[in-house]
């Protein structure tokens, strides 16, 4: 994954400029940076739930929504973003599960109404996933009914029955009592270790980071300061602005 002379504006304000970064296949690169720094804008660019004010995405070398053609920039077809777009995979802050539905029916969603699998096709890989997630015995509850880290473990297996070759992960424990995040974590380092999920991860769970990650983005008002490899920038930061965040979040 590629962002090439990213901008982005909300507005007047004006979030993401010139971002030049590149995310390798089977690579898992987490997003450190102070609130307003652009961590989330840059995920739901990548999601395609906000438009790209300036500049390129590429997937695999792929443009995801815009290209370049005779030196102007042009939109793709939605029919081609969208063909992009189901190898990605996101999972928020706050699950947005679907209420009406139950944990099994939000699981094979997509993959019946995107994929065009078969019901039962979905519903039996939707039942491993929650098995992998350890919620094997939930699939008919509504979310209501579950805890919060057990709602975001039906979160993460229903972005996985979509069969995601880039999972984006935007403080996925956050909204979570302190109890429950080991549970999430361990689901997603679970993932870590036995799949090649490209994964752009942003978490304040800063051991959780330094486990996973192959690499460490440090943001600061839209820009790169520092990218490292996860025991050099948190043992070993070099730039001051880095240090101080770091100090100020562990
Ligand atoms: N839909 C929007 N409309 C206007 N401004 C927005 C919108 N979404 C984000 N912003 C602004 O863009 C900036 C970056 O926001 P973003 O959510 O990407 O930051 P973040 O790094 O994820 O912060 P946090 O750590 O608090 O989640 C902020 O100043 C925010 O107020
Ligand atoms: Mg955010």
Redesign the pocket.
């Known amino acids: 994954m590629t962002f090439e002379n990213v901008v982005k504006k ?2 007047d ?1 004006t ?1 993401l400029n010139d971002l030049n970064f590149q995310v390798e296949r089977g690579q898992r690169v987490t997003l450190i ?10 995920l739901r660019l990548v999601m395609t739930l906000e438009e790209l004010t300036g500049g390129y995405i590429h997937v695999d070398g792929v443009p995801l929504t815009h290209l370049e053609r005779g030196g102007k920039r042009v939109a793709r077809r939605h029919k081609d973003v969208a063909q992009l777009t189901r190898r990605i995979g996101m999972v928020f802050q706050q699950f947005n599960l679907f209420p009406n539905m139950t944990v099994i029916e939000n699981i094979i969603e997509a993959p019946v109404h995107v994929l065009g699998k078969s019901k039962e096709e979905a519903r039996a890989r939707g039942k491993e996933l929650l098995e992998q997630v350890g919620l094997g015995d939930k699939a008919d509850q509504h979310p209501s009914r579950l805890s919060g880290g057990q709602q975001q473990r039906v979160a993460i297996a229903r972005a996985l029955a979509m069969d995601p070759e880039i999972l984006l992960l935007d ?1 996925v424990t956050s909204a979570l009592d302190p109890e429950l995040v080991g549970d999430v974590l361990n689901v997603l380092r679970d993932l870590a270790e036995t799949t090649d999920i490209t994964m752009l991860i ?1 978490t304040h769970e800063m051991q959780f980071a330094q486990d996973v990650s192959d690499r460490v983005l440090m ?1 600061d008002s839209g820009h790169i300061i520092e990218d490292a490899q996860p025991d050099v920038m948190f043992s070993n930061p070099t730039h001051e602005r880095t240090k101080e965040f770091l100090r100020a979040v562990l």
């Open positions: 909300f507005g304000l979030v940076g102070p609130s307003g720094s652009g961590k989330t804008t840059i403080e942003v943001f």
